[in-house]
């Protein structure tokens, strides 16, 4: 039997809690078991539900999700398509939000309806529109990242490893415009509550390229469906992907993709990063 989903918490994670939301039900345990971040649907004292996220020692996503809400979730909150921040410590990696209805679009009947990809395509616009900023140095940061991933423990084969290390060497380094995204915009993380698509999860949100946001779509769903893609663009614009920044994109993820897969055991997961490696290391060869 597992414990208490609480006496996972720290002491100082449940003292906040405690002056925050005080006689706390817990009602369901969320957490994804491959990572340290427990994650609870619990009901205070008055009856509102809440979400509680409590991230581990080495837990980076927990502040990132903080800074999203301060910053960025306005357009979506101000629309009920998000969460609102209640209280939130970044240094104690503790987050509380309102509880949304809906449930998962992943593997429903919905994920294949471009209905949806449309209205998430109308969201994401709006998330990416709200600021820019020019970064002259993350393409060599994302380059050395990538390289990083290649130097720990990963199963990528030898031969393939041998032409992304090559390629990354060789890539220009542009000054890159910046928009605040998601980080893991998939139907993981949209919830559908009648003809509402609504928005979870900012521990990956920060400054990136507007293109990064469709990397997992591209891999996953637009592959296998054409019309959502298309479906997605209707709703969201002008297809902000360029050819060799996108290209440099999809290397990123794949290599990120099996690399951590691998580290913490999500072997379905590592397979499609190992899937999406062997797309892109014949377009490497092409451009020489």
């Known amino acids: 039997m597992r414990d208490h989903p609480l006496a996972r918490l720290t002491s ?17 345990d969320l957490s994804w078991e491959l990572v340290e971040t427990t994650v609870l649907h619990a009901s205070t004292a008055d009856g509102t539900q809440v ?3 409590a991230g581990g020692p080495s837990d980076h996503h927990i502040e990132r999700e903080i800074r999203a809400h301060r910053q960025w979730t306005t357009p979506w909150t101000a629309t009920g398509h998000a969460s609102r921040l209640l209280h939130g410590d970044s240094e104690a990696k503790l987050l509380v939000t309102t509880y949304l209805t809906g449930r998962l679009v992943l593997e429903t009947p919905d994920e ?34 990538s390289l990083a991933w290649l130097d720990r423990p990963h199963r990528v084969d030898p031969a393939h ?20 995204t998601h980080g893991d915009w998939q139907p993981r993380n949209w919830l559908i509550d009648g003809t509402e698509v609504r928005v979870i999860d900012f521990g990956r949100a920060a400054w990136r390229p507007a293109s990064t946001d469709l990397a997992r779509l591209a891999a996953r769903n637009f592959s296998w469906d054409p019309a959502l893609e298309h479906a997605f663009f209707s709703g969201y614009g002008t297809d902000p992907r360029e050819p060799e920044s996108w290209l440099r994109c999809r290397v990123r993820e794949a290599i990120g993709t099996a690399a951590w897969a691998y580290q913490v055991g999500d072997r379905g997961f590592e397979a499609e990063g190992h899937h999406m490696i062997e797309r892109v290391v014949p377009l490497l060869h092409e451009m020489g």
Do not use: C, M
């Open 12 to 28: 100082a994670q449940r003292a906040l809690l405690a002056a925050w939301l005080p006689g706390l039900t817990i009602l369901a």
């Open 51 to 53: 979400v509680i996220k």
């Open 161 to 180: 490893e041998a032409v992304l290390r090559l390629a990354i060497a060789t890539w220009p380094t542009p000054s890159a415009t910046l928009v605040p």
């Open 112 to 145: 294949d309806d471009p209905e949806v990809y449309r209205l998430a395509g109308e969201l994401l616009t709006a998330f990416h529109g709200q600021a820019e900023l020019i970064d002259h140095d993350w393409e060599r940061r994302e380059n050395a990242k």
